[in-house]
């Protein structure tokens, strides 16, 4: 059974940053695709960034440069530290997994962690 506890999320204002962690189990973050999306209020779920089961790394056009995504094999956990953050990164922040080595294009992610809200003031 995979479960995903996300933690590291609060408030923080304009230009600050914060590291959002995923414990995994049931599911190793290496070798898997494993990611993180976010979902702010009366908007669509946007995915922020995924790495594969090879390491490859795909970000959303709106946060290159400033989040990256990163395992920790040895923890079985997932990253994603934030920087240079602004008030439109402000979010409800899921981690993904999908195990296999490619992560989806079309089709839902297999398991959501329950969340962690970000909150960026200006």
């Known amino acids: 059974q995979v479960h995903l506890v996300e933690s590291g999320g609060g408030s923080v204002q304009d230009g600050g940053s914060l590291r959002l962690s995923c414990a995994a189990s049931?599911?190793?973050?290496?070798?898997?695709?494993m990611g993180w999306f976010r979902q702010a209020l009366g908007r669509v779920r946007e995915r922020v960034a995924v790495?594969?089961?090879?390491?490859?790394?795909t970000y959303a056009d709106s946060v290159k440069g400033r989040f990256t995504i990163s395992r920790d094999n040895a923890k079985n956990t997932l990253y994603l530290q934030m920087s240079s953050l602004k008030s439109e990164d402000t979010a409800m922040y899921y981690c993904?997994?999908?195990?296999?080595?490619?992560?989806?294009?079309?089709?839902?992610?297999?398991?959501w962690g329950q969340g962690t809200q970000v909150t960026v003031s200006s």
């Open positions: 790495i594969d089961g090879f390491g490859s790394i």
């Open positions: 049931g599911v190793t973050v290496s070798g898997n695709c």
């Open positions: 993904v997994a999908d195990p296999g080595l490619y992560c989806p294009l079309v089709r839902a992610y297999n398991y």
